[in-house]
Each structure stands twice: as C-alpha cells, then as structure tokens.
C-alpha cells in the first residue's frame, strides 16, 4: 500500500447524501478481475449528465471529493475505493462514512476523512465559489486546511500509523503466526468444517 | 458485570489483543463467491501465499450466473470469465466450490446456513455485506471487503476494532399478515440507514423469538441497509431444531457439547448496550418503500411523502431526489402504484418459506396482465424442495417465470434486469437507483406483498385480494 502523509489538491463538492456504492461504481463493472480500469464507472450513472460536477471543466484533475452524509453505504465492494482511486482522488470528506466503506478505503491508502457537516458544507461552498481553490488533508497534523478553513480530524492511531508507513496488514498479522497457531491448537472439535480433513 | 451476545462470541476469538491495537479475531467460516474474490487470490499469488486454512473456507457462484439455459455457455464473456477466474482460483489453491449445475449451489448467504455450517457462536465472513444473513443464528457475521477477504485466506484471521452494541427490542406479537420484511424496513424506516453505523444490533424480545430461522434470517439480513456492521439474534431452541442433522452439524458428543456451549450464548442480564431501540410489533403492518434508499419506507396504506414534511434539509433534499428517480408525486397513494414486474427472490427473502408464503397467495390466481413475474430461489436445495412441493407449478400456472437459483434480480449482474423506467415490487435489500438496472425503479417488499401486488398490478397486500381474484378451477 502506498504511504498517505499530507495531499494537496482542487477539491470537488458532492452534494448528495446516502451516496451508495452502487452508485459509485454499478454491479456490472464488478466483473472485472483486476483492480485498476475502473475510473470510466465512477459515478457512472450520473456523469451521463454534462451538468455533472465531475463533468464541469472548472473541477477537472480535482483530487479530494467533498461529500453528503452516510457516503460509501450498501454493498461492501472495494471497487468503489479502486474506482476513486484510479479517477484520482486521493481524499474523501464526508461527516458520516458507512463502516465497510471507511475501512476498505483505509487498507487502500484512500483517507477518508471525518468533519462536521458545517465543516463540510464550507468546503463545499469554497469549492463551488473557488474551484481553483486548494485544499490540504494533512494525516501527520491531522488537518484539514483550506482558505478560511482550518480544521482538525480523528483517526484511530493505529489506522493512521499504517497509512503513514504504507503498511500491509497481511505482513503484520503474519508476525503473531505462533498465536495464531496456539488459538487453533485450542479450538473446540464441534466447530464446523468445510471440508473433512 | 456482564456481557452481551456480541461481546461474548468477540471475546472467544480474540487471538492476540495488545494496548492500542485492534484485536486480531480468529474466523472460523469464510465464504467465498466470483464478484469480490478473484483480485484477493491476485494478492495471495503475487506473494507467494496459500490459503491457511482451506478446510474452513467454501465457495460458490451466485452473483453472476444465468437464471436460464444454465447448460449453456454463459453468453456475456465478462461474466464467464469472472466465474472461470474463481473455478480457476478453487483448483489452484485447494478451496471447496459450489460452480453453477452443482445441487448445493445458490447464493452464498443461502448455501452457509443450509449446509449447517453457520452456527452459533461462530465468526463468519464474507467480501458481501449481507453476510450479517448469518447473525440469525447467534453468530458474529458481518461482510468484509477485498483487501480482507486476502488477509482472511492467508491468515485466517483480521485486526479489528470493537463495534459498539445496540439492542433493537421488538415487543408484543406481529399482527397477522406482518412478517419479518415488514418488521425489517419498519425498523430501517425507524433509525434511518445510518442509525446503525459502528453498531452491531442484538434483536430481540417476544416478537423475535417467535420468528422461524429464516424469518431471522430476513432481519438480520437487512442489519446493512441500517448501517449496521452486523445483527445478531441469541440462539435458542429454533435454532438448534434447525441445526440438527444439517450436513455440516456436529454429531454424537460433539452435538452436546455444542448446544452447551451454545446455550451459554444469551446477553447476561445486566449487561449494558450502547444503545437501545423499542419497537411495538402490535402496530407493525406491511410496509413497502417509495424512495432509492430503504430507509424510504412506509406502511402500504400510507401516502407516498411531502418531501417539504422534512425539517432536515439533507433527508428533504434526498426525499425530492428519490420522488423524482422514482417517477412519485407526493400525495400518491401507495397502493396506487403500478408495477411492471415482480421479483421473488435474494439472499432477503429466497427461501422456501418465502416461495411457500409467494405461492399460497398466488394459488389459483394469475399474474396481472402485462406484469412480469421472476420466481428465482436462492439455492438449487431451495429449488428442489419447492419442486417437491409443487411450488413451481403453482408459480407457472399463475403466469410467472421460474428460474434457476442465483442472486438474478438482486442486483442485475446478469441478464435479469429493469429496463430503464420500469418498475418492480422486489423481495429483495436494496433499492438504489439503477440496482435492478439502469434507470430502473424498485420498491422492496415482503413476498406476500409481492405475490398480491403481480396479481393486482399495483402495490398490495393479500388482504386486499377478494376472492374474485381467483381463477375458476379447470372443468367446473
Ligand atoms: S442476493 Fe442480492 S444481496 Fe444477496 S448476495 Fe446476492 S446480490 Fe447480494
């Protein structure tokens, strides 16, 4: 996974809320069994609409999105983080993100950062009055500075560390092999099994 | 003091737990299907790993497959080679699949639990959010995405943080005709698709624990369209009377050893939950959703809402968006709204109680005139038993199309799809736009509500349905 420290860039407001993830990447893209190629399907749906806000030419190369409440909910898919990912965005502000979604967009090294809704209407604001205007998701000061707007954000320690080292989970957990392998050890023989050993 | 449900099954499998960090659980199940994995066992093959333990993992097909002419070759070469891609997988790395044709195929939420391998006590995941299907039987399931489903297959195991508890105690009886979809989307309706967020629900009370299994099934199911991480529902005798002789059930002594344990799995009584939720069944009645998201919902004889009623700008502004996706006005009464097609079918609701309630309002009536009806069961074993039974020619006699098991409708990754502008009453999770197909138009519903809404032609339930409805018998 690539490191996330700081990332400065145009921002581009989403005014949505309960922004799902089949909207931001349809089940038929989901037949893909790579991980990149998936920029054309973000947003889909709505990009048909030249009027779109990733379609006005103002926010074109926009690296953060700025978004409604409860984004990223439904369905678990993480080709909705691939998507924002290979279109560019490097950030995602939102008040509410749904749970599946925060937690595959952070083992992707897509921050996804929480504000207030009043933070975030700000945003949106300056973004719509400003689109040249640049915003800053600092994950070492976690800030999140903009003209006018300075505000700062949470993140579990542990989530931020393994953003700012890059660091890929599999390889940590595969360090507590022996515990792992201890708690197998004790597991009771009714548990079921998939196949017979 | 004590702990809840979900607490206690948390805590027998934390194995490795250190200050600062999240707990690394132990998975004892991991299912598997084409949509979410192939880029997972990338991962797995470009580091040199193999899956740790293949005897705790299974696979199937469900999302993309045909619902017709499943001897054929799969014509959209996207989605043959999807599924080639998981075939492929299984035989390289050792892992149990259920491929399209075979008996015990079916979506994956259907297969676990049929098999008797979801159960009690358990952690059970999935790259699927309604992996939480599984809380149903007191275990801890939720839905996990890629990059997890990698670290599952190579560590059998994931880091996590604790989720918060919510109790969602649902008092008194269903009233007659009221089923587990109606008490779902009420409980949605009621705290909205967020309310859950971070929060996995312990249902509970009187009108739960009267529920079959694959009643619970459906309302766990739903615990993602609340924002839920997971649901859970304590293990009681309905659920070991399920188990019991499943093929994947513990046998002999194992069995009693598995039922004490599993008895001990109940929130203690002084417990404390995060949060907690009261609903009073007694004033439940069918409910059907308006909008594109299932928080949209409300009983069927209500209007369909003024989005100017709302005083927060964010839901006014998502309820003006929904009336206008769907084609709605305010006012509208509910069941006025036409339907073009009606799906029976999902993870939600494609078990054989669900095609038994579909049938038994079906039987002896027609589908209207110019409704087209999908009947798609869930699983193969599904579909047997429903043969068996003669469901199916209950559903063909009536006019509608039976199919092959698969998630089919659902979510439209195959051919069964709205054309833009149509319009379905679905027993399925999900209404967003576009879900059933690009520009198409769903309202969720229960299976009674769907088999009476394909006769009628509009939104309705069975208690709407007058015996005129019914066709005269052949030779009389
Ligand atoms: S039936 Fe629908 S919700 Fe269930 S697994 Fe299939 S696509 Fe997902």
Redesign the interface.
């Known amino acids: 996974m690539e490191a996330f420290t700081t990332h400065t860039g145009r921002a581009v407001p989403l005014?949505?809320?309960?922004v799902?993830t089949?909207?931001i990447i349809?089940?038929?893209w989901?037949?893909?069994?790579?991980?990149d190629g998936f920029e054309d399907g973000l947003f889909e749906?709505w990009r048909k609409d030249p009027q779109f806000v990733l379609n006005q030419e103002a926010h074109r190369g926009a690296t953060v999105l700025v978004a409604?409440?409860?984004f990223g909910?439904?369905?678990?898919?993480?080709?909705a983080?691939w998507a924002l990912q290979n279109y560019g965005f490097k950030a995602v502000i939102s008040s509410?993100f749904?749970?599946?979604f925060r937690?595959?967009s952070l083992?992707?090294g897509l921050l996804t950062v929480v504000l207030p809704q009043e933070t975030v209407e700000r945003l949106q604001q300056l973004a719509e009055e400003d689109p040249a205007a640049e915003v800053t998701v600092d994950l070492v000061a976690r800030k999140v500075l903009a003209p006018g707007v300075e505000a700062d954000f949470e993140l579990?320690?542990?989530a931020r560390w393994r953003l700012l080292e890059g660091l890929d989970?599999?390889s940590?957990?595969?360090r507590?092999e022996s515990?792992?392998t201890a708690?197998?050890a004790k597991?009771?023989?009714?548990?079921?099994?998939?196949?017979v050993? | 003091m004590g702990r809840t449900l979900a607490e206690k099954v948390w805590d027998d499998h934390v194995v490795r737990r250190a200050e600062g960090e999240p707990d690394l659980l132990f998975i004892d199940l991991h299912l598997l299907h084409e949509v979410t994995s192939p880029q997972a066992f990338d991962g797995l093959r470009k580091a040199g790993r193999q899956v740790r333990r293949t005897d705790l993992t299974i696979a199937t097909e469900d999302h993309n497959t045909p619902t017709l002419d499943i001897d054929k070759p799969i014509a959209d070469p996207v989605s043959r080679t999807q599924l080639e891609t998981l075939r492929k997988n299984c035989a390289e790395f050792g892992v149990r699949l259920h491929p399209l044709g075979d008996v015990e195929q079916g979506v994956v939420h259907v297969v676990g639990p049929q098999l008797g391998l979801t159960q009690p006590g358990t952690t059970v995941v999935c790259g699927d959010s309604h992996t939480s299907t599984h809380g149903a039987f007191g275990a801890l399931a939720f839905g996990i995405g890629t990059s997890q489903v990698e670290h599952v297959l190579a560590t059998q195991t994931l880091p996590l943080a604790p989720f918060k508890t919510m109790a969602i105690t649902v008092e008194g009886e269903l009233p007659d005709g009221v089923t587990a979809k109606d008490l779902i989307l009420a409980i949605i309706a009621k705290i909205g698709t967020g309310g859950g967020q971070g929060y996995v629900l312990e249902y509970r009370g009187p009108a739960i624990e009267k529920l079959s299994m694959e009643a619970r099934m459906t309302v766990c199911n739903m615990s993602i369209e609340a924002g839920a991480r997971a649901g859970m529902i304590a293990p009681d005798d309905t659920t070991f009377a399920y188990l019991r002789g499943r093929a994947h059930a513990p046998e002999g002594t194992d069995w009693d050893d598995a039922v004490a344990y599993w008895r001990t799995l109940r929130t203690d009584d002084d417990a404390a939950f995060d949060a907690e939720v009261v609903i009073d069944a007694a004033e439940l009645a069918p409910f059907v959703t308006w909008g594109t998201n299932p928080g949209q919902g409300a009983p069927l004889s209500a209007r369909v809402p003024d989005p100017a009623s709302y005083e927060d700008a964010s839901e006014r502004q998502a309820a003006e968006k929904a009336l206008e996706y769907m084609g709605l006005t305010a006012g509208q009464p509910l069941r006025e709204i036409g339907v073009d097609t009606v799906f029976v079918g999902s993870c939600t609701n494609g078990r054989i109680e669900d095609l038994r309630a579909a049938a038994s309002v079906l039987e002896g009536r027609s589908v209207a005139d110019g409704v087209r009806m999908l009947v798609v069961p869930g699983s193969v074993r599904v579909a047997l038993q429903a043969v068996e039974e003669g469901l199916d020619k209950v559903f063909t006699a009536a006019g509608a199309e039976w199919r092959h098991a698969g998630c089919s409708m659902c979510l439209g990754m195959n051919p069964d799809q709205l054309a833009p502008g149509e319009r379905s009453a679905s027993t399925s999770n999900r209404n967003f736009e576009g879900r059933q197909g690009k520009g198409g138009r769903t309202h969720l519903v229960s299976p009674q509500v769907a088999a009476a809404t394909a006769v009628l032609g509009h939104l309705a339930s069975p208690a709407d349905l007058s015996d005129a409805d019914v066709r005269t018998p052949a030779g009389v």
């Open positions: 005014r949505r809320s309960n799902d089949d909207q349809p089940a038929h989901l037949k893909k069994v790579t991980r749906a409604g409440p409860d909910t439904g369905s678990s898919r993480e080709h983080v509410r749904a749970d599946i937690g595959n083992k992707n579990d320690e542990n989970d599999i940590l957990t595969l507590e515990a792992i708690y197998e597991r009771p023989a009714f548990k079921p099994r998939t196949v050993a």
